[in-house]
């Protein structure tokens, strides 16, 4: 028997979504979003957060977003 790995939820999400290319999770309806680094600062993974993108923010209320698509990150990690 090999031997047996012990992962939290967090640590399986972050994993996929590095080795995917992500760099957080975003969610449209609770207005949410996180970078792998800083996961589930609202306290969980809601069931309908979604994979996505670091991308720059303009709005002024926040350092960043999270974008369903990497062709608008526009390099935001820069």
Excluded at 10 to 31: C, K, M, P, V
Excluded at 61 to 78: C, F, G, L, M, V
Aim: net charge negative; with cysteine; aromatic share 10%.
């Amino acid at each position: 028997m090999g031997k047996i790995v012990k992962m939290v939820v967090r640590e399986i999400i972050a994993e996929w979504l590095q080795e995917h290319g992500y760099d957080g999770l975003f969610n449209t309806e609770s207005e949410c979003a996180c970078l792998i680094e800083d996961f589930f600062e609202c306290g969980y993974a809601a069931p309908d957060c979604e994979a996505g993108y670091m991308t720059k923010c303009d709005c002024g209320e926040h350092d960043y977003h999270i974008s369903p698509n990497k062709e608008t990150s526009d390099n935001a990690r820069t």
